[in-house]
């Protein structure tokens, strides 16, 4: 039926053919694993413990819209699919996300401030000004602690 000859040829085809497609899924590989490193989550520059009583936590809440309100950051609280006593918070605004939750305590809120842009960081000194800021705010709710980690 077929000759040596075709069978070789048919088979170095073949083999060509398998090397080519594995080779260019090699590189689609590179190519995905480079765009994840390019577009990872952002380092976080600060974080930021607050803890209240539940009972004060419309009171952090209007303190929060303040100091979103002072520096010009779009915000928004909502509750947490996980019950209606968890609430995330997120602000952003062109240059700075500010995002955190109460997951694991309900009046412990965690946040972190990330640079909006990776390409264009935020100065140190605009951070440890924004978070002296929103300690200030934070600080008008009875009770509050508020923790800068490292």
């Known amino acids: 039926m077929f000759t040596k000859r075709t069978k070789l040829v048919m088979g170095v085809a073949l083999f060509l053919g398998i090397l080519c497609c594995l080779l260019s899924c090699a590189s689609v590989g590179v190519t995905m694993i480079n765009n ?60 700075i996300i500010i995002s955190g939750a109460n997951v694991f305590a309900v009046g412990e809120y965690k946040l972190a401030f990330y640079d909006a842009d990776r390409q264009h960081p935020v100065s140190e000194s605009i951070y440890a000004d924004l978070v002296s800021e929103l300690k200030s705010f934070v600080s008008e709710v009875p009770g509050a602690t508020f923790f800068v980690k490292k």
Do not use: C, W
């Open 36 to 95: 994840y490193i390019a577009n990872s989550p952002q380092e976080v520059r600060r974080n930021v413990v607050i803890t209240i009583d539940p009972s004060q936590r419309q009171k952090l809440f209007d303190q929060l819209r303040k100091f979103a309100d002072k520096h010009a950051f779009a915000i928004l609280i909502d509750t947490r699919p996980s019950g209606a006593e968890n609430f995330s918070v997120y602000m952003h605004r062109e240059d």
